[in-house]
């Protein structure tokens, strides 16, 4: 067992050696790995789908060009995440002035929307991963974007607040609120099978 | 503490976390080929950039050595006649006897080394241009 764990990390690391010294092999890894993630990441922060693949280029592009000066103290998904978010809200408020303003508008919403309270007769019989990403696409773009780096990608407020480059605070306000919404929107989904606790 | 009221280990917190990792992210199919199809270009234009740019500082150096050359002359006909007459003759003239001349030339230098400083700086900027411009890529290449 601690074989592997060590052989896996050798394997890591030079993996890491090659990527830094700029070797495409190492980089269509890198890409493969990570695809999903930024794609993930500048589709949930509203670009359209024509969109999408350029931030994604630039985005790999740009860590392609900076992973000589990767340090290594922070994850390398970390890393990217901070690099395609980066890309996607610089391509945002270049192309779209009002972003920002919808963004924060978004956040002004209520919970009871029309579209925020599906009849629970409509939910039945949709798979519950169906149900939860549209209950978090319905969620501001900022809150959903924390939600998703906190409960699918693991990452610490920390890292979530470096990514988002944000306060700590907000962010912890961010997943509080968007928790309580979406609390709401999945109960008549799950009824009282979920433990809400907070 | 906000932070304190979400907890992983509640059942809505498990179920949201599985919810959302089980999902796929669509990804064009040829995206990773494509990619570094990009990157290769993105390479390929530096290193000619830097050529380009090489190669216009080579011109650049030629050019500017030229003109120099032809201000100098310009400027201190007397002084240049006098430093190649007084090469060429102690070539010819004295042969061997070259030796003995150093201190003269020496002394000759000492007298106008500012103009002497100026050449050698322009003379050694031709050199590497013409090195550059001949053989710059077979040396930035091996």
Avoid at chain 2, 106 to 125: D, N
């Amino acid at each position: 067992m601690l074989v592997h764990k060590v052989w896996d990390q050798q394997k890591e690391d030079n993996w890491l050696r090659l990527l830094r010294s700029g070797d495409h092999g190492a980089f269509a890894r890198f890409i493969d790995k990570y695809k999903e993630t930024v794609f993930l990441c500048c589709r949930r922060l509203g670009l359209r789908e024509d969109e999408v693949e350029d931030v994604a280029s630039e985005t790999f592009l740009a860590a392609y060009n900076g992973i000589s000066r990767y340090s290594g103290r922070a994850e390398l998904s970390t890393w990217l995440w901070s690099i395609a978010y980066r890309q996607a809200v610089s391509y945002l408020r270049k192309n779209r002035r009002q972003w920002r303003l919808e963004a924060e508008a978004d956040e002004s919403r209520q919970v009871g929307s029309d579209k925020e309270q599906e009849p629970a007769a409509a939910i039945q019989g949709k798979e519950t991963e169906k149900i939860v990403w549209e209950a978090v696409e319905r969620l501001p773009r900022l809150w959903a974007m924390a939600i998703i780096l906190y409960y699918r990608e693991e990452k610490s407020i920390i890292d979530i607040a470096k990514i988002m480059q944000a306060k700590e605070n907000t962010i912890k306000t961010y997943l509080f609120r968007a928790r309580q919404r979406l609390k709401k929107a999945l109960t008549p989904a799950f009824g009282e099978d979920i433990d809400v606790g907070g | 503490m906000l932070a304190d009221r979400l907890n992983k280990d509640d059942k809505f917190d498990e179920m949201l976390g599985r919810a959302l990792r089980s999902s796929s992210e669509p990804v064009p199919t040829d995206f990773t080929e494509r990619m570094l199809g990009r990157i290769r270009r993105a390479e390929e234009q530096k290193i000619l950039a830097h050529v380009v740019l090489q190669e216009r500082l080579a011109l650049a150096g030629c050019i500017v050595f030229g003109a120099a050359a032809i201000v100098a002359v310009a400027a201190f006909p007397g002084a240049i006649a006098a430093v190649f007459q007084s090469i060429a003759g102690s070539f010819a003239e004295r042969g061997g006897a070259l030796v003995d001349r150093i201190p003269q030339t020496i002394e000759a230098v000492r007298g106008q080394w500012q103009l002497y400083t100026v050449l050698a700086a322009m003379a050694g900027f031709a050199v590497y241009s013409l090195v550059d411009l001949l053989a710059g890529d077979r040396l930035r290449t091996a």
